[in-house]
């Protein structure tokens, strides 16, 4: 291996123009999402203008329903991951050690442990806006309006939801936790 054959070097082993723009762009981009992280309501709002708009293209071009299914999808992914313990009580046994971290309670009289998300807030709204920038990007490649009765896929869509829902809340009340928290109940004394 030669010395320029590494990515982004050129021949005499110094980055080259192109692998410094990237890695400062990609430096500004964290930047930019570790400054975001603390106003997690400006987030989402800029998620749901973000969706908006990308439904109004949607309606106003009359296509692109294949990937927007998809992205429905994708979204319904990422928020049951959201919902999801990340460790899921089912697949713990009775006599496994705690080792592995926190885990649910599963009895009335144990300690409080909060719930721990399979997929936490930011990585959630991090993956469904990055999906809503892909699937805006798609629309404009004529290469993805698949024609498609429309009708059947938001049909199916309801189906899939309401059945994956369903499943989930039951798995909520069998192992008795509820993902949105907030803290432990504090009591207070009658004085």
């Known amino acids: 291996m030669s010395e320029g054959d590494s990515v982004g070097e050129s021949i005499h082993g110094k980055p080259s123009a ?61 928020f049951i991951a959201f919902l999801s313990p ?10 496994e050690s705690e080792d592995e971290g926190p885990a649910l309670p599963t009895k009335q009289n144990e300690e409080f442990r909060p719930f721990i998300r399979r ?29 498609v009765f429309w009708p059947i896929l938001v049909m199916y869509f309801i189906m899939l939801f309401c059945i994956t829902m369903k499943r989930q809340i039951k798995h909520m009340i069998k192992y008795r936790y509820l993902p949105f928290t907030h803290g432990k109940r504090q009591y207070r004394e009658d004085t």
């Open 119 to 147: 997929l936490p807030e930011f990585k959630f709204w991090h993956s469904a806006t990055k999906g809503i920038v892909i699937a805006m990007i798609c629309t404009f490649f004529e290469a993805f309006n698949v024609p």
């Open 86 to 95: 990340k460790v899921d009580p089912s697949l713990l046994d009775e006599g």
């Open 18 to 78: 192109i692998g410094r723009f990237f890695t400062r762009l990609g430096q500004k981009y964290q930047s930019w999402l570790d400054k975001s992280t603390p106003f997690s309501s400006m987030r989402w709002a800029a998620t749901l203008l973000l969706t908006a708009i990308y439904m109004i293209r949607v309606y106003i071009l009359q296509g692109w329903y294949i990937v927007t299914y998809a992205l429905g999808i994708y979204h319904l992914n990422l």
